[in-house]
C-alpha cells in the first residue's frame, strides 16, 4: 500500500517511468547506477511499474531495459558533478526533477545551492517522500511560465540539468524556455537528453509507453546545433552518445555487438541509441 497519489497528467506521470527504470536498475546485481534511494521512493508511492510494459518488455533482458534510463542518469550526475567540482559556490537546477534524488547521488560541496523543480503537485510529492538537505530547495512552477525564474538568483555560475523534460514541452515552450535561462544568468552549462524524432515517434507509437504518449509534445529534432539557433547564446560542447558508453562492457553479447555496430556512426547513434546534449553559455 502507497501513499494516495494525485490525478496526474501524462507528462506529470512520465516520471514513474525514469524512476522505475533506476529502482530496476538498482535491484540488479551489478547495476549501472545503483540509486537504491529509487526504488524506496518507488515502493512509498504505491505506483504500479506494469503501467510500463516497456520496463518489463520480454523483447530484452533485464538490463538492456534499464540501461538508457540508468547511464543517461548517471552521464547527467557527472556533467553536474564535474560542474560543481570546479565551481564550488554554484546553483544547479535540475528541470522536472519529478522525484529523482540526483542531489543525494551527485552529493555537491557545502556552499552549492540547489533548485529542483517541477509542477506543484509533483513538488508536494517530492516534499513528502524525499529527505530533506541543506543548500537543496524545491521550486513549484510550470516551466512555461516566463516569471518561474524570477525567484532564482542570478549571479552564480550555474548548471542547468534536464532528464526525461524536453520531449514534453511543444517547441514553442522548448524556445522559450532555452531563451528565458540564456538571459536570465551570467553563464553556465546546460545538459538535457536529447529527443530525436524517432524517440518522439517511439514514445508516441510503441504500446510499452502509451501511458504518457497523450504528454509528448514536442516533435523532436536531430541536429545537435539547432538549439544555438533557436537560443544564440548556446553553443555545443559534447554530445554524448550512449552507443559508446563504457558500461556496454556489462550488456548482453547481444546488446554490445549491435552497439559497435552503430556506434561508428552519429546518426545511427542518435537514432537507435540515447544522446546526451551538453551546452555552454
Ligand atoms: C520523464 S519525467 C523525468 C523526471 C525526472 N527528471 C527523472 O529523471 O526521474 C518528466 C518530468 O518533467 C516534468 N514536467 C514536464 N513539463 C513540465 C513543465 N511545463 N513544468 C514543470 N515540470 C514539467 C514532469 O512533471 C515530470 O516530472
New binding site residues.
Given amino acids: 500500500m502507497g501513499i494516495a497519489l494525485p490525478a ?2 501524462p ?5 514513474f ?3 522505475g527504470g ?1 529502482a530496476l536498475d538498482s535491484r540488479l546485481p551489478h547495476p549501472f547506477l545503483g540509486d537504491a534511494m ?1 526504488d524506496e521512493i518507488l515502493g512509498r508511492t504505491g505506483y504500479d511499474l506494469s503501467r510500463f510494459p516497456a520496463l518489463a518488455s520480454r523483447l530484452m533482458d533485464e538490463r538492456t531495459r534499464v540501461f538508457d ?1 540508468a547511464v543517461r ?1 548517471k552521464r547527467l550526475d557527472e556533467v553536474v558533478g564535474g560542474f560543481v567540482a570546479r565551481h564550488p559556490g554554484a546553483l544547479v537546477l ?7 534524488g ?1 542531489v543525494f547521488r551527485v552529493d555537491p560541496p557545502d556552499g552549492v545551492e540547489w533548485y529542483d ?3 506543484p ?2 513538488v508536494a510529492l517530492r516534499r513528502h517522500l524525499l529527505p530533506e538537505r541543506a543548500g537543496a530547495h524545491h521550486l513549484a ?5 516566463p516569471h ?1 525564474l524570477d525567484a532564482v538568483p542570478a549571479d552564480r555560475p550555474t548548471v542547468i540539468v ?4 524536453i ?3 511543444s517547441q514553442d ?1 522548448l524556445v522559450a524556455l532555452l531563451n528565458r535561462l540564456t538571459h536570465h544568468f551570467s553563464g553556465g552549462d546546460l545538459a538535457f537528453n536529447a529527443y530525436t524524432t524517432y524517440a518522439v515517434w517511439a514514445l508516441k507509437h510503441l504500446r510499452g509507453f502509451a501511458a ?1 504518449t497523450g ?1 509528448v509534445a514536442n516533435p523532436g529534432f536531430n541536429d545537435p546545433h539547432a538549439p544555438e539557433r533557436w537560443a544564440p547564446r548556446l553553443r555545443l560542447v559534447e554530445e554524448i552518445f550512449l552507443t559508446r558508453a563504457p558500461e556496454l562492457a556489462h550488456m548482453s553479447l547481444g546488446g554490445r555487438l549491435a552497439a559497435r555496430l552503430v556506434a561508428p556512426s552519429p546518426t545511427l547513434s542518435r537514432m537507435v541509441g540515447t544522446t546526451i546534449l551538453h551546452y555552454r553559455f
Fill in positions: 496526474l497528467t507528462a506529470q506521470e512520465s516520471l517511468l525514469t524512476l533506476r529509487a534510463i542518469a535540475d528541470l522536472g526533477a519529478g522525484l529523482d540526483r523543480v517541477d509542477f503537485e509533483i512552477a510550470d516551466l512555461t511560465d518561474w534536464a532528464d526525461g523534460l520531449g514534453f514541452l515552450d504518457i504528454g
